[in-house]
Structures are given as structure tokens and as C-alpha cells.
């Protein structure tokens, strides 16, 4: 046995995914004494600047968008009371077609086994119990998403370590809950094409495939707060429109697939640490 806190570790691909899919477990976990480290890979550049400035717009300057997000990311670390921030700055890739996917230095770019190994690093120093991150998917098929997934799965395997690994994800139930809510908040939503309607259906997972349920209803004022920090991508997040009351119902429970695990905790959890403490 040794002194180490119970680490959890999320590795995330830009500034604001730390709050929308584990800002919760961040908010929870540290409230419980655990020791928290969010991993940030890239720098965000591909946001909106200031005024809503969107990146293939004149006067969008990709340093000082990134210089501004990482502000507002270490503001929601510092809601969420996440203990450790450490940021990858990889050149955000923007969506998936963009002409920053090609770009040299773009996280998209990066070879794997580079940001492995950067990550490797992150992985003995803290040497987390618990590790969460994306799908193979991404969970939306966002290149920089994909590439955290990727780069965190070969890190895990660089250095032989054993937490229990959560990839994050959505119950159905709740994508359909969700679209309820952006036809109640979202005046100008329109109703997606069917191929756009058929790739949403196929977001999250069946109720029953999910193995972990963290309810953290009482922290949703905290991720909603966390949330707010990146007011400058305020218009690409449908969820503050809602409102806190609203949001903590419909955000109030965060949803993973566990992945790797040594401790035969029974499944479903309710505690991404069970069979840990």
C-alpha cells in the first residue's frame, strides 16, 4: 500500500468538453476527497472568437481564440475544483471536413504513438484508478475526439496500467429527452434531414449497454457554472439556454461504458470507483 490519493483522470480533446460529459464526476469526485486531473489536448483554436468570430471569418486569430479558452478552462477547473489541469496544446482540428484536419501540428495529424507517449507520461506521474475518455467514435465522430480516444487507449497499453477505463456515452432515452428539450428551448431548431435524424438516432447507447449511472444531480450548479466559464462559445452551447433547474434535470445523471477493469465490481454501477474504496 502507498500514500497515493484515488485518482480519476478524463482526457478530453478541447477546452468545454471537461463540463458537458464529466463535469458531474469532476464536481463529485472532488468533493469526495478524490484527486481529480483533467487532460486537455488540444488548444481550442477552432472556436468562435470574440463577437462570435467564426473561424473561416476575417479577423479570426486561432492564437488568441486559444489564449482566451484556455482562461475559461482553467475558470471551469477552478468551479469543478479539479485538482490537476495539464494541456496536451495540440492545434485544435476542427470538425470533421475542415481544412484544419490537414494542418501541420493539427491533433488530427499527430501521430498516435506521439501523443501516447505524452500521455504515457501524465499516466505514471499520477498514476490514475480511474480513467475516462471517448469512444472509438468519439461519441460524435469529432476528429480530435477520436484522436483522445486513440492516444489514450495506446498510453494505457504503453504503460501497462490497469484502472478501470470508462469511455463516456448517452443513454438513448436521454437523446430522445434531449430532443424534446431543443424543440421546447431552441425557437429557430429545425427538424434534421432524415440522413442527419438517422445519424443522431445512432449517438449514445441502448439503456441496457450502458454499465455505469453517476447520478450527480447535486453538482449540476457547478457543471452548469463550469459550462457558462466558456462564454465564448456560448452560442454553440444549446444546454445554457435551458437554464440550471432545467439542465440539472436533464444533466443530472452521467452515463459510461466501462471498459478495462481488475476490481469484479458488479455492473451496473452507480460509482465509477466501486470495487476501488
Not at 502507498?2 to 458537458?20: F, G
Not at 501497462?160 to 437523446?175: C, E, H, I, L, N
Not at 453517476?214 to 452551447?237: M, P, R
Amino acid at each position: 500500500m502507498n500514500d497515493r490519493p484515488l485518482t480519476l483522470m478524463a482526457v478530453h480533446a478541447h477546452p468545454d468538453d471537461e463540463a458537458t460529459g464529466t463535469g458531474g464526476v469532476l464536481a463529485r469526485y472532488a468533493a469526495e476527497g478524490i484527486r481529480t486531473v483533467l487532460v486537455t489536448c488540444t488548444d481550442g483554436s477552432c472556436g468562435d472568437g470574440p463577437g462570435g468570430v467564426k473561424p473561416d471569418d476575417p479577423g479570426h486569430d486561432p492564437a488568441a481564440v486559444a489564449l482566451m479558452r484556455r482562461q475559461e478552462l482553467e475558470a471551469s477547473c477552478n468551479i469543478l475544483k479539479v485538482s490537476h489541469l495539464e494541456t496536451l496544446d495540440y492545434a485544435d482540428s476542427g470538425m470533421m471536413g475542415w481544412p484544419a484536419n490537414d494542418a501541420p501540428g493539427s491533433f488530427w495529424q499527430t501521430p498516435v504513438e506521439e501523443g501516447a507517449a505524452r500521455l504515457a507520461e501524465l499516466l505514471r506521474r499520477y498514476q490514475p484508478d480511474v480513467v475516462v475518455t471517448y469512444d472509438e467514435n468519439g461519441f460524435y465522430g469529432h476528429p480530435d475526439h477520436i484522436q483522445a480516444h486513440r492516444i489514450t487507449m495506446k498510453a494505457l497499453a504503453m504503460t501497462m496500467a490497469t484502472p478501470k477505463v470508462y469511455w463516456t456515452t448517452a443513454p438513448r432515452s436521454m437523446m430522445q429527452r434531449f430532443g424534446e428539450a431543443m424543440r421546447e428551448f431552441g425557437a429557430d431548431w429545425q427538424e434534421p434531414d432524415p440522413a442527419e435524424a438517422a445519424a443522431m438516432a445512432e449517438i449514445g447507447l441502448p439503456d441496457e449497454e450502458i454499465t455505469t449511472w453517476v447520478d450527480t444531480t447535486a453538482f449540476g450548479g457547478q457543471k452548469f457554472d463550469a459550462l457558462a466559464a466558456h462564454a465564448s462559445q456560448g452560442e454553440n452551447i444549446f444546454f445554457l439556454k435551458m437554464g440550471q433547474k432545467r439542465f440539472t434535470e436533464l444533466m443530472g445523471v452521467e452515463t459510461f461504458v466501462r471498459v478495462q477493469d481488475t476490481t469484479g465490481a458488479a455492473m451496473p454501477e452507480n460509482d465509477l470507483f466501486a470495487g476501488l474504496r
